[in-house]
T-cell receptor, first 115, second 111 residues
Framework: NAGVMQNPRHLVRRRGQEARLRCSPMKGHSHVYWYRQLPEEGLKFMVY????????ESGMPKERFSAEFPKEGPSILRIQQVVRGDSAAYFC?????????????FGPGTRLTVT | GQQVMQIPQYQHVQEGEDFTTYCNSSTTLSNIQWYKQRPGGHPVFLIQ?????EVKKQKRLTFQFGEAKKNSSLHITATQTTDVGTYFCAGIGGATNKLIFGTGTLLAVQP
């Protein structure tokens, strides 16, 4: 059973470009969470999605950031017009259906560098 | 908003010494989870505590959930170099079901 997959593992973008981060949850998992981790800091919740629904996006910046989890395919975190402050590790986690409050399984992360 | 703090931020121990990290929430938690993140790696789930006053053990690791369900601790007995990493607590509380991570404690173990 493959774990949570994220790609790319490393992404370099120039200021003003778009970044697309993909996350495939574990098989059978329908809850996806995105977190951002700045160097030497903790994990900051960004958004919680279920298939085709955004459940909680209270941690998402109001501008430039969006997330989706379509019926088919991976979840996508999209950052438009990236700035240097967006440089961070972005982790995706998944959990099984009807298991809010249970452990989350993390992917290896995408390390975004904005030059 | 809900905040989860951990102390200390950083702990350096000699191999064989014990280590404890403490986790405090500003609100009552329905459960507390602990994760370990190795340098350059991703968080890995260790354990979940649900009941007030609950204590769980995993080999050299002992986890405790406070009576008021607002604090927790992780104790490692006789640390080893493989214990190196950042330990995060994470709790669910308040009006939402999202997991709020603590600030983390970075453990360094000198052989």
């Amino acid at each position: 059973n493959a774990g949570v997959m994220q790609n790319p593992r490393h992404l370099v973008r120039r200021r003003g470009q778009e970044a697309r981060l993909r996350c495939s949850p574990m098989k059978g998992h329908s809850h996806v969470y995105w977190y951002r981790q700045l160097p030497e800091e903790g994990l900051k919740f960004m958004v919680y999605l279920q298939k085709e629904n955004i459940i909680d996006e209270s941690g998402m910046p109001k501008e430039r950031f969006s997330a989706e989890f379509p019926k088919e395919g991976p979840s996508i975190l999209r950052i438009q017009q990236v700035v240097r402050g967006d440089s961070a590790a972005y982790f995706c986690a998944s959990s099984p259906p009807d298991h809010e409050g249970y452990e989350q399984y993390f992917g290896p992360g995408t390390r975004l560098t904005v030059t | 908003g809900q905040q989860v703090m951990q102390i200390p931020q950083y702990q350096h121990v000699q191999e064989g010494e014990d280590f404890t990290t403490y986790c405090n929430s500003s609100t009552t938690l329905s459960n507390i989870q602990w994760y370990k993140q190795r340098p350059g790696g991703h968080p890995v789930f260790l354990i979940q505590l649900v009941k007030s006053g609950e204590v769980k053990k995993q080999k050299r690791l002992t986890f405790q959930f406070g009576e008021a369900k607002k604090n927790s601790s992780l104790h490692i007995t006789a640390t080893q170099t493989t214990d190196v990493g950042t330990y995060f607590c994470a709790g669910i509380g308040g009006a939402t079901n999202k997991l709020i991570f603590g600030t983390g404690t970075l453990l360094a173990v000198q052989p």
